[in-house]
T-cell receptor
Framework: GESVGLHLPTLSVQEGDNSIINCAYS??????FIWYKQESGKGPQFIID?????DKRQGQRVTVLLNKTVKHLSLQIAATQPGDSAVYFC???????????FGKGTTLSVSS | DVKVTQSSRYLVKRTGEKVFLECVQD?????MFWYRQDPGLGLRLIYF???????EKGDIPEGYSVSREKKERFSLILESASTNQTSMYLC??????????FGSGTRLTVV
């Protein structure tokens, strides 16, 4: 069945470093991908999305890369700050429906 | 910005009680969803709705039901709460089949 997974459950970085969070997906027919950030005690917040007809999309300090050949999605955070500490989820949407399928999340810890 | 409001941040209920979790969105979105979130299991879809009075089962509907009498409101009902339903419950709304807007979540404890 469809599934979305992440390579690492935790990632620890120093303030100012660049962070890369990875995600593998299994459904080659998925046409839309999203990254969410969830801080402790809060609901997930949208960070950035990308359609399957794109390879890269940039936002403010964040970049999402999509490699459809190996079904891999990554989120890059530039100059990571303590406020970036959170759980990050990737999600995909298959062409068949609108419900998103979520990965299990990577916990990013940023130390000063 | 779309706002999704879940009526309670924290709830404590007794085993066997009927529990209502309410969710309201303010941007006329067609689609609404209920997920539960548990450590190590991620977000799992319970029920979703594409329109008023319409509902679809997600991956784990057992022990739950939903109600969507008005477009802006999507309620999750635990018919008879059990301790294995202790979890964080997240409501989301969506328009156009793209990204969700989530509520802040309700942390439910069943004792």
């Amino acid at each position: 069945g469809e599934s979305v997974g992440l390579h690492l459950p935790t990632l620890s970085v120093q303030e100012g470093d660049n962070s890369i969070i990875n995600c593998a997906y299994s459904n080659s027919a998925s046409d839309y991908f999203i990254w969410y950030k969830q801080e402790s005690g809060k609901g997930p917040q949208f960070i950035i999305d990308i359609r399957s007809n794109m390879d890269k999309r940039q936002g403010q300090r964040v970049t999402v890369l999509l490699n459809k050949t190996v079904k891999h999605l990554s989120l890059q955070i530039a100059a990571t700050q303590p406020g970036d500490s959170a759980v990050y989820f990737c999600a995909e949407k298959g062409q068949a429906g609108t419900a998103l399928i979520f990965g299990k999340g990577t916990t990013l810890s940023v130390s000063s | 910005d779309v706002k999704v409001t879940q009526s309670s941040r924290y709830l404590v209920k007794r085993t066997g009680e009927k529990v209502f979790l309410e969710c309201v969105q303010d941007m006329d979105h067609e689609n609404m969803f209920w997920y539960r979130q548990d450590p190590g299991l991620g977000l799992r879809l319970i029920y979703f709705s594409y329109d008023v009075k319409m509902k679809e089962k997600g991956d784990i509907p057992e022990g739950y039901s939903v109600s969507r009498e008005k477009k802006e409101r999507f309620s999750l009902i635990l018919e008879s709460a059990s301790t294995n339903q202790t979890s964080m419950y997240l409501c989301a709304s969506q328009q156009g089949g793209y990204g969700y807007t989530f509520g802040s979540g309700t942390r439910l404890t069943v004792v």
